[in-house]
């Protein structure tokens, strides 16, 4: 994840100005990231990008004025510590391995995490018990999600 304070931020891509290409993934993922459009924007300008622009394109996920960064980060952190381990390595395997794998195979891929996960943390436990309250029916629940998935984290 890729955070950018406001006004001290600026994205370049300038090896195509100093007659080069960007490497290092510079030129192989940015378009999966961005698109195609918008990577043939960023890496054949060589000009500057700053914080809003780089969220807007992508290249970052957020940009925050310099004296909430910190706080935004610490909060984001927090928040995904609560949840289980095995759950966030999973996604992030999951993630990662989308990235350099044909749809099929990333697919695929995505079905062992999900194994993984659900056989490794209280997911199942969860599920059945949302089942059973019928949390997912209830229009509430549906208008709060964010407090419930933060709630369910007490079921292990």
Not at 42 to 48: G, N, Y
Not at 79 to 99: L, M, T
Request: charge should be negative.
């Amino acid at each position: 994840m890729r955070f950018a304070a406001r006004g001290k931020y600026k994205f370049m891509q300038m090896e195509v100005g100093m007659g080069i290409l960007p490497c290092g993934g510079g030129a192989s993922r940015m378009a999966r990231q961005v698109g195609l459009g918008r990577a043939l924007e960023i890496i054949l300008s060589a000009r500057d990008f700053d914080a809003d622009e780089a969220e807007a394109y992508g290249t970052i996920n957020k940009a925050l004025e310099p004296d909430e960064i910190g706080e935004y980060v610490d909060t984001l952190a927090k928040r995904i510590s609560k949840f289980p381990a095995e759950s966030i390595n999973a996604c992030k395997q999951a993630v990662y391995e989308s990235i350099d794998k044909p749809i099929e195979e990333a697919l695929k891929a995505e079905a062992y995490w999900l194994y993984q996960a659900t056989s490794k943390t209280p997911a199942v436990k969860r599920f059945q018990i949302a089942d059973e309250q019928g949390l997912e029916h209830d229009i509430e629940n549906q208008r709060n999600w964010e407090t419930l998935v933060m709630n369910v984290q007490d079921i292990k």
